[in-house]
């Protein structure tokens, strides 16, 4: 009875977990559909949602490549002793039997097989040189991670160890973690570990040494990049609020762009040792073996399609919403209406799906603001500008007042009136154009808003002029007159500005020739001479009698 009445409570449980988990997908959303036909006042009509493909094991659609390309194991072949027993020297590799060969695509074949299928490096014949490894992962795609990446390990944990990511199909990398035995040691970083994140440094790299202790049991052979730790940060332990989790997805590019990528590195620097030395008697113990590379991820498709083919060893979305490319980025030759945007996770459960519409549906959808009923797709840029914009207009969105007019501030964008023309003076102002406020820049002794006002000292004449002379502080010399405030005109006998030089003095001669108007100077006669050398000391006393004497 007792037993009867488990196996009932069992099997109720189990549909209350069942129950439990096929709501929790239409309480959160799975995006897993981008349109379903609806009823509406215009009758059937088609009813679109973000949408994105399911998680799946990303690791049968990639390309691995090692650097060195040489660094597998069996070519010569070797014989490998135990890393935990030194005289279990049984282990061979050969790369022309099947049977001993361990070439990279072990690290992807199924698990479960016994004896255990595995890549494995060549061993650590040359140390101290480093021992040295680059495995890239490859999908000429852009790949979501949605789990832990997990590798592993049949030959004891690295003791050193860099995980990177591209996002540019191997063009650039950045490292997503570091591992180590001791992280400042190995790279001068604080160990820590993914439960000393929060929400406002889960984009921090951080160095772990939870992963790289040597072989003792099998848990030990695995190290992990914790994706869903870091997203329980944000929809809590069980990840039930995904709300949480795809709003900070949707409005946070760096957060989705972390979990985003085009490629994974792998690199190797120490491999295990189990020991603080290492036994360079016995240097066969020392490799690098992985037996397992789990990912886990779907493709990016921007929530524009809920699949994802692998066709001539290529994945790319099957792209809903009129969208179209590798990852659904861009809009249809014949729906270019408005500018191709990205799927939104938001509202929940269903998302915005953003379509793309048709070219020709009229102006609103040109988002032009009225200004325009004609739009162009410029598939360099993938973006729609408008073409001829009116009243005054430019932009690509007519958003923006075209030269020699600024933006009315009481009008709307979609006003007739929402331009106002500079009207700025063309004597007085550099140019026709003015700032956002409508003043214009004017030239020098200039002012006012358009520019027709002189500041003291200028007088207007086609713009502002210098003021020369005024008969009050400006005083024309020498009998000159003051003419408009702008120029003295002089006598014959003076020039410049002001009058206030002899017109003798650029003539040749100066003012001492016979044409210059003045008496020349005349040398004293030698009677004259004869008189001041008799009389000098009586002439110093009394200097006023030179000129009589002269």
Not at 324 to 350: N, V
Request: glycine share 6%; hydrophobic share 30%; aromatic share 10%.
């Amino acid at each position: 009875m007792r037993f009867h009445l488990a196996l009932t409570l069992q099997a109720l449980w189990a549909g209350v977990c069942q129950a439990a988990m096929q709501h929790y997908p239409a309480a959160w959303g799975h995006y897993d559909v981008c349109k379903s036909q609806v009823y509406s006042d215009e009758g059937l009509t088609w009813d679109y949602m973000a949408c994105q493909p399911e998680a799946a094991d990303m690791t049968q659609y990639l390309k691995v490549t090692l650097d060195p390309p040489n660094i597998t194991c069996g070519d010569p072949p070797e014989t490998y002793c135990a890393l935990e027993n030194p005289y279990m020297c049984n282990n061979e590799c050969d790369a022309t039997t099947d049977e001993l060969a361990h070439p990279p695509e072990l690290m992807f074949d199924t698990e479960g097989r016994n004896p255990t299928t595995f890549w494995q490096s060549t061993s650590w014949k040359k140390y101290p040189k480093a021992l040295l490894v680059n495995i890239t992962l490859s999908w000429n795609k852009t790949i979501e991670l949605t789990d832990d990446i997990v590798l592993t390990f049949e030959s004891g944990r690295p003791e050193q160890m860099v995980l990177e990511k591209s996002l540019d199909y191997g063009r650039s990398w950045q490292p997503y973690q570091f591992y180590a035995t001791d992280c400042l040691d190995a790279f001068t970083m604080e160990p820590k570990t993914v439960q000393d994140l929060t929400q406002h440094t889960l984009l921090d790299i951080i160095c772990t040494e939870d992963y790289s202790r040597g072989y003792v049991w099998k848990n030990d052979k695995t190290v992990r990049f914790e994706i869903k730790d870091r997203f329980a940060l944000f929809a809590g332990p069980r990840l039930h609020n995904m709300a949480s989790l795809y709003g900070q997805l949707d409005t946070t590019k760096n957060l989705r762009d972390f979990f985003t990528i085009t490629d994974l590195r792998i690199r190797l620097l120490r491999p295990a040792t189990g020991a603080t030395m290492v036994d360079e008697n016995n240097l066969s113990r020392y490799f690098y073996a992985i037996s397992d590379i789990k990912v886990q991820g779907r493709c990016k498709c921007n929530l524009h399609a809920n699949s994802c083919v692998y066709d001539k060893e290529k994945l790319s979305c099957e792209c809903e919403h009129n969208t179209t490319g590798p990852d659904c980025g861009r809009c249809k030759k014949s729906y270019q209406g408005r500018a191709w945007s990205a799927g939104s996770y938001l509202p929940i459960p269903k998302g915005t799906a953003n379509t793309c519409i048709p070219s020709n549906i009229g102006p609103v959808n040109c988002e032009c603001f009225g200004h325009s009923n004609r739009c162009s797709y410029i598939e360099l840029l993938n973006t729609v500008i408008c073409v001829s914009c009116k009243h005054n207009t430019r932009g690509q969105h007519c958003q923006l007042c075209k030269l020699g007019y600024y933006r009315n501030a009481s009008a709307e964008l979609d006003d007739e009136n929402v331009c106002i023309e500079c009207n700025c003076n063309p004597f007085g102002s550099v140019s026709d154009r003015c700032n956002g406020t409508g003043f214009c820049i004017c030239k020098e002794g200039t002012t006012g808003p358009k520019c027709q006002q002189c500041l003291p000292g200028y007088l207007w004449d086609d713009g502002c002029k210098s003021r020369v002379c005024d008969n009050e502080l400006l005083r024309c010399q020498n009998g000159g007159v003051c003419v408009n405030n702008v120029r003295c005109s002089c006598t014959s006998d003076y020039s410049g500005l002001l009058c206030e030089n002899h017109r003798c003095e650029s003539e040749l001669g100066g003012c001492g020739g016979p044409d210059s108007g003045q008496a020349p100077l005349t040398p004293p006669s030698l009677p004259g001479l004869l008189l001041l050398l008799l009389l000098g000391p009586a002439l110093l006393r009394d200097a006023s009698c030179w000129p009589a004497l002269l």
